[in-house]
């Protein structure tokens, strides 16, 4: 069995139920528990000067192999190329997008800096597994320091249409360093369409759609490659049980307690401008606007911890969703009931999943979104006899799996008002039965499934 050497911006080496607000750290350390390898990447320190030789952390068949990076090249790697240019670009926030050669340079020589000190640990039979739009240049800064290895990336966030995609100065550049890997992942068709029309329209590549393991095999810069959607999932039998002994526990009976009978929206996200948060408060106030019988019997908790704190874009949303809410409670609340309880702070996996477990609907309504797992674990989470609702966006790659949600248009507050109406009323049998569906879903494509049928698919490379 070949080892893996998996490649992500953060290391982290977390223990299963710990708390953590990133979707990718979780699905990794479930695949190299597996196959054993390196997972390399950022420390997550920020010193002077880049480290030229990664720290290496042994655990069991596995190695922590990072790096702690310069505040230069971090600085315009990680929040400069990284996070104000493609991160806008690739979620279609072509406001937000800041177009700067200085950053972009940064992000190359970060890349350059990341192989350099990977190449040297690799052996000949390894499969790497480079994770997320911090490193798409990697795989091509790895094969020009003649690493002919199995190289695969997957992108964890939406890929843009090419009329978007073409925002980006230089664009084919960022293209053609997907193309050095032999496997590039999306999660879902959608993106997939998006990638391939750029190399059909843009690149003028060679597209051949006849299935090939599932994907679409593509000739394009001088290379032959494979690309395909892994919809990534949760590990759904894990959440089912943890939901199960969760609803018992203090936090959950504490939050019980402070409802006193009221109903429960949940709400959960990262705190980016992304998951459509503004637009989520407004869509709880028009419900309360438009069905008054709501007041008092209602209340929504949204659940926002910060993230990249050092980017001007997250102190700006940070500080509207802190006056919107107020704004929102000073006009609805009452002496015993706030509508709108706003959290700052992140929970771990139990508590999280004893809180979805009590919530009567599930509010997840991002402007775009790659996948989005909240999601699903809200769903896995629910009591299969008296199940919650979800009300999920269509923008959310999650979307297209979970088609027995609630569907809704984020930037319709109205319809999202009505789609929680729909959820707050609507009769058990129905809950029972959309809940059975979903479920069915989420047990066919679990973690376990996402990872086995990128690594397969990665084994059988090269696809020449
Ligand atoms: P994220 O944008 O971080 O992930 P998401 O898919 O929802 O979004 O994953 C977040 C994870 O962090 C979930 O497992 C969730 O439980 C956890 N989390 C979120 N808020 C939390 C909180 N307040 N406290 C504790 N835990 C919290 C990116 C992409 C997504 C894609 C994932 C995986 O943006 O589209 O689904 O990667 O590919």
């Known amino acids: 069995m070949s080892r893996l050497v998996v490649v992500s911006n953060r290391v982290a080496p977390i223990d299963e139920g710990k708390q953590t607000a990133g979707g990718l750290a979780v699905a990794v350390l479930a695949a190299l528990k597996k196959s054993g390898g390196i997972w390399f990447g950022w420390s997550g320190t920020v010193v002077e ?10 655990a069991g068949r596995l190695t922590y192999a990072t790096l702690d990076l310069g505040r230069r090249d971090f600085e315009e790697y990680y929040n400069g190329f990284a996070n104000q240019t493609l991160w806008p670009l690739f979620h279609y926030r072509l406001g937000l997008v800041s177009v700067d050669r200085r950053t972009r340079e940064g992000y190359q020589r970060v890349n350059g800096i990341f192989a350099d000190r990977l190449a040297p640990l690799l052996r000949p039979d390894d499969m790497v597994w480079v994770h ?36 980006l100065p230089n664009h084919a550049d960022l293209i053609r360093e997907l193309c050095a890997y032999d496997l590039v992942g999306f999660h879902t068709e959608v993106d997939l369409r998006c990638f391939v029309n750029y190399i059909r329209y843009e690149a003028h590549g060679e597209v051949d759609e006849r299935s090939h393991e599932g994907g679409t095999r593509i000739r394009a810069f001088g290379r032959t490659l494979l690309a395909c959607a892994f919809p990534i999932s949760i590990d759904t039998a894990n959440l089912e049980s943890l939901a199960h002994t969760a609803a018992r526990s203090r936090h959950a009976e504490r939050l019980r307690e402070s409802l006193v009978g009221r109903r429960l929206i949940i709400g959960v996200d990262r705190l980016d401008y992304s998951k459509g948060l503004p637009k989520r408060f407004e869509a709880f106030q028009q419900l309360l606007e438009t069905y008054p019988e709501h007041a008092n019997r209602v209340s929504f908790l949204q659940i926002a911890p910060p993230s990249r704190e050092d980017v001007p874009e997250y102190i700006a949303i940070r500080r509207e969703l802190s006056e919107l809410s107020g704004r929102i409670n ?14 700052n702070k992140s929970f771990g996996r139990r508590i999280l999943a004893g809180f979805y477990r009590q919530a009567h609907i599930g509010l997840v309504t991002p402007l775009r979104d790659g996948m989005n797992l909240v999601a699903k674990e809200y769903v896995a989470c629910q009591d299969p006899e008296n199940p919650g609702v979800l009300v999920l966006s269509e923008f959310a790659g999650a979307a297209l799996e979970l088609t027995e949600a609630l ?54 490379a090269p696809y020449s």
Not at 152 to 161: D, E, K, S
Not at 441 to 456: C, G, H, K, P, Q
């Open 49 to 58: 000067e880049s480290q030229s030789e990664p720290t290496r952390t042994e």
């Open 132 to 167: 997320d739009y911090h490193l798409i240049p990697l795989g091509e800064e790895l094969r020009n320091r003649g690493c002919g290895q199995r190289l695969g990336f997957f992108l964890h966030t939406p890929f843009p249409a090419p009329e978007v995609l073409k925002v």
């Open 330 to 343: 000073g006009r609805f609340a009452e002496f015993d009931w706030v509508p709108i309880r706003y959290l």
């Open 407 to 460: 569907i809704v248009n984020p930037y319709d507050t109205e319809g999202v008002a009505d789609a929680l109406q729909r959820g707050l009323t609507m009769p058990l049998e129905e809950r029972k039965e959309r809940h059975a569906a979903l479920m069915r879903t989420l047990r066919r494509n679990d973690i376990t499934a996402w990872r086995e049928s990128y690594v397969n698919a990665l084994t059988r």
